[in-house]
């Protein structure tokens, strides 16, 4: 394509957009979002497949002309794409077609393989920013992929970019919606391992991960609540130690550090608390204790986002919908989100 006046302005630095599995709503929540805001067209490229994502901008046209999509070799020619066009880079192979709705190994290899691309981009700093479509765990294990899911694998990939150890490189999830936010200790391993995360060193890692990204939004002095672990946050020791013997030491240990984290508090009414204006954010120790409160409130609005890379990563609190996708029903709020707060996150780092 050669550049004319009536082509996008040239931005050095575009949101990186991964498709998700390709067998799920990621590639319709994508057309779907551009249609509803076009003039995200000129900051984004998608990381995907050509075909699967003309294949989504037909499916939600509903009657109308369907979005043109026009390929890319870099994030870089997107300057080079006539407005109106949604901007893909082929960012992976799928040798033979996906099936709608169900795991495959050649749909997680080909969200795997964006992720990468868009990972690397964004190491790079010819992307300012990633967000990811929602991806599907079974898929990327039966394509070989070693780690359960983007948070993880975005750590390893960052770690040997940067040539540490991923211990070197902690990171933890955030998920947000609407007047809550919360912070993960552990993210997707099981219960009893979840429990045995729970440390005075990971509480204290975790406080001040979530302390660093605040600030660097723009909070000087975020107002962190821990939850507690146990029942009533271990009621003085009647319903366990650990709320006493590990998350208090951590606690005192970040006030000493000059952040402001209060706790251990009841975990059944922490959440409510937050939502109600006491506290900026809440640490949670273990995946469902911290996203169901937010799943809850706000899975429309909902943005899940990584904290710890050295870069901006945030995607949708959904997942890939097997049992919708390919009708075209979908929601791109969740995406919306996700894109604004990358926007917004990028413009601040």
């Known amino acids: 394509m050669s550049p004319s006046s009536s082509l996008h302005p040239a931005r050095v630095n575009p949101i990186d957009l991964t498709m998700g599995d390709p067998a799920g709503i990621g590639p319709e929540i994508i057309a779907k979002a551009f249609g509803e805001r076009p003039e995200l067209l000129g900051q984004i490229v998608v990381a995907g497949d050509v ?72 190491l790079e700093g010819r992307a300012r920013a990633v967000v990811t479509a929602p991806i599907h765990k079974e898929a990327l294990a039966a394509a070989g992929v070693e780690h359960p899911g983007h948070t993880e694998l975005l750590q ?11 211990s070197a490189l902690p990171v933890r999830m955030m998920l947000s919606c609407p007047g809550l936010c919360t912070v993960l200790v552990s993210i997707h391993v099981s219960l009893r391992q979840a429990l045995d995360a ?12 979530t302390h660093a990204h605040f600030q660097r939004i ?103 919908a097997f049992d919708i996708a390919g009708t075209g029903r979908a929601s791109a709020s969740s995406l919306l989100a996700a894109i604004d707060a990358a926007l917004a996150a990028a413009a601040t780092s």
């Open 218 to 320: 723009g909070l000087a002095q975020p107002r962190m609540a821990v939850a507690g672990l146990n029942p009533h946050a271990g009621e003085g020791g009647l319903f366990g130690l650990e709320d006493r013997d590990i998350i208090v030491p951590a606690i005192e240990r970040a006030r000493r550090q000059g952040m402001d984290a209060s706790g251990p508090h009841a975990p059944d009414t922490v959440f409510m608390r937050a939502r109600q204006g006491s506290f900026d954010v809440v640490v949670a120790m273990y995946h469902d204790q911290g996203l169901i409160p937010v799943k809850l409130l706000g899975l429309d609005d909902g943005v899940n986002t990584t904290l710890g890379l050295p870069f901006v990563r945030t995607s949708p609190d959904h997942g890939t």
């Open 156 to 166: 390893a990939l960052s770690a040997a970019h940067l040539g540490v150890a991923v």
């Open 51 to 122: 075909v699967t994502l003309s294949r989504a901008a037909r499916l939600v046209a509903v009657g109308a002309a369907p979005l043109m999509v026009a390929e890319i070799a870099d994030l870089a020619d997107l300057a080079a794409v006539p407005p109106g066009c949604m901007a893909v880079v082929q960012a992976c192979h799928l040798a033979q077609p996906v099936e709608i709705g169900h795991i495959s190994a050649h749909a997680g290899r080909a969200a795997a393989d964006c992720i990468e691309w868009a990972a690397e981009a964004a």
């Open 198 to 209: 729970v440390t005075t060193e990971q509480v204290l890692q975790t406080i001040a991960i």
